[in-house]
C-alpha cells in the first residue's frame, strides 16, 4: 500500500512544478513567459536573465515532468532541487518561513517531495516502473553534481553583478575640495533600492541628494 500512496504526493508536486515551468516558458497560465522572467532574474542579478531564464523554466518543466510520470525520476528530482534550492536561497530565504509573507515554506515543501522522491523511488505506478528502469545510483550523484556545480555558478555570477553594480553607482566626487553628486550613479543607486524591500533605502539616498543639491 505505501508503494502505491507515495505516488500521489509525487504526481501532485510535479504537475505543479510543470507548470511553473511553462508559465516562465511559454506565459501560460498567466505566467510572465520568457521576456518577464529574463528581466525578474535580472533584477536579482543573473545574467544574462534570457539564458538563465530559459534555464530554470526547462528545468521545472522537464524535472516537473519527470517526477509526475515517474520516468528518470532521480534525474527529475535532482533538477527540481536545483532550481528550489537556489530559489530558496536567493528570494524566500530572507522572508522567513510562512508562505504568506513570501517565505521557504512553498519551494521547501516541494522540495521535500522531490527529495523523498528522489531516496524511495517513484513506486509502481510510474514509467520507471512499467519499463523496468532502474538507474545506478551514480548516475543520480553525477546529476547532483551538475545540478549543484550549476547553483553556485548561478550563485557567483549572482554575487559579481551585484558587486559591479555597487562599483558603479559611485557616490560622491571629490571637486575643488568638495563634494559633488555622481548624477548616474547615484540615480542608478536610487533605483535600484526603488526595488520591494529597499523602499526605506530609497527614502533615506533621495533626501542625501537632496542635501548635497542644496
Given at each position: 500500500m505505501t508503494v502505491e500512496i507515495i505516488a500521489?504526493?509525487?504526481?501532485v508536486a510535479g504537475i505543479l512544478l510543470a507548470g511553473h515551468g511553462l508559465q516562465k516558458l511559454a506565459g501560460w497560465f498567466g505566467g510572465a513567459g520568457i521576456n518577464g522572467t529574463a528581466g525578474f532574474l535580472e533584477q536579482?542579478?543573473?545574467?544574462?536573465?534570457r539564458g538563465w531564464a530559459y534555464a530554470v523554466g526547462l528545468a521545472?518543466?522537464?524535472?516537473?515532468?519527470?517526477?509526475?510520470?515517474?520516468f528518470l525520476t532521480p534525474i527529475g528530482a535532482v533538477l527540481v532541487l536545483g532550481v528550489l534550492t537556489t530559489a530558496m536561497l536567493v528570494v524566500h530565504a530572507s522572508k522567513g518561513l510562512w508562505n504568506h509573507n513570501g517565505g521557504i515554506e512553498y519551494p521547501f515543501v516541494l522540495g521535500t517531495i522531490a527529495l523523498t522522491t528522489a531516496i524511495a523511488g517513484p513506486g509502481r505506478f510510474s514509467?520507471?516502473?512499467?519499463?523496468?528502469l532502474d538507474l545506478p545510483v551514480w548516475v543520480g550523484w553525477l546529476a547532483a553534481g551538475i545540478v549543484f556545480l550549476g547553483i553556485a555558478l548561478a550563485l557567483a555570477t549572482r554575487s559579481r553583478t551585484i558587486t559591479a553594480g555597487r562599483a558603479t553607482t559611485a557616490g560622491p566626487t571629490v571637486m575643488g575640495g568638495r563634494s559633488e553628486p555622481v548624477e548616474g550613479g547615484a540615480r542608478a543607486a536610487f533605483t535600484a533600492l526603488r526595488a520591494p524591500g529597499g523602499v526605506g533605502w530609497a527614502l533615506l539616498v533621495e533626501e542625501r541628494m537632496l542635501r548635497i543639491r542644496r
Open positions: 500521489i504526493p509525487r504526481i536579482l542579478g543573473f545574467r544574462p536573465g521545472e518543466t522537464l524535472g516537473g515532468a519527470s517526477l509526475a510520470l515517474g514509467v520507471d516502473a512499467a519499463l523496468g
